[in-house]
């Protein structure tokens, strides 16, 4: 179903760039002494049936953002994204405005249909978007959960001088179509004096981590934002794709943000 099991909080682990090998299907995240102090600064589980609780909507071209029942097992209401395969789609997605430095848990569960078109165009299911950089370009998120080529991978984006991106990657597993996924992640983060952590659960097991520098650390924090997001598609990149094929869809539930 997609409701998660309870207001999910924990600590934030602080682990080398590793990925974790995960634990059995059905285990909890690991809960700390941090987790009693946690405090619920966002939430949305869409049974308002609208998408008020979110600062700001976004679709480029074509696509579309509904809610609607949760398919698939799910219960109640979810957010339903979708973006078409029509050569000038490419993003669907809401966004919720920083909520500032520090540690924080954002838990959520999505579902990719079991009919969900396997391809290496990279897709964006959620991220941790930063600001244009003091040249005035923009750039990569900070934090993003992709999937490409039916897995999961988490990407890490930070700055080694004003100007120079780099980027870790780290596989998170394949990706279970016509299934609900239960994620966290426990994101610390980094500024110019202190290292930052993430952390990523998913279904309860620990799959993956992140020690070091984890955004570009500008005036304010990465803000939070869930949907679909296909790069690769943006017209402006005059990156040549087949075009006509069915729709990219995912749903988004349980939204739930803590900071400890």
Do not use: C
Request: aromatic share 12%; hydrophobic share 40%.
């Amino acid at each position: 179903m997609s409701r998660l099991p309870g207001r999910l909080a924990g600590a934030v682990l602080t682990a080398a760039l590793a990925v974790t090998a995960a634990a059995p299907a059905h285990a909890a995240a690991p809960a700390s002494a941090a987790a009693t102090a946690a405090t619920e600064v966002f939430a949305d589980d869409f049974e308002s049936g609208t998408l008020a609780a979110w600062t700001r909507q976004r679709v480029d071209g074509n696509g579309s953002i509904t809610v609607a029942p949760a398919p698939a097992g799910g219960t109640g209401q979810a957010a339903r994204f979708g973006v078409p395969n029509d050569g000038v789609s490419y993003r669907s997605e809401v966004a919720v405005n920083s909520l500032g430095w520090g540690s924080y848990r954002f838990a959520l569960a999505d579902y990719l249909p079991a009919d969900w078109v396997r391809t290496s165009t990279e897709t964006i299911l959620a991220q941790w978007h930063g600001y244009p950089l003091a040249d005035g370009s923009d750039t990569k998120p900070p934090i993003a959960l992709t999937v490409k080529d039916g897995s999961w991978r988490l990407k890490v984006h930070w700055l080694t001088d004003p100007s120079t991106v780099q980027e870790a990657v780290i596989p998170l597993g394949d990706v279970q179509f016509g299934h609900w996924n239960q994620w966290a992640f426990d994101i610390t983060w980094s500024t110019d004096t202190t290292p930052g952590a993430v952390t990523v659960y998913r279904d309860g097991a620990q799959v993956g981590a992140y020690s070091g520098p984890n955004n570009y650390h500008q005036n304010q924090s990465p803000y939070f934002k869930t949907g679909i997001y296909r790069a690769n598609w943006n017209p402006a990149k005059n990156i040549p794709y087949p075009t006509g094929g069915p729709d990219v869809v995912a749903w988004s539930d349980s939204v739930v943000v803590t900071r400890y």
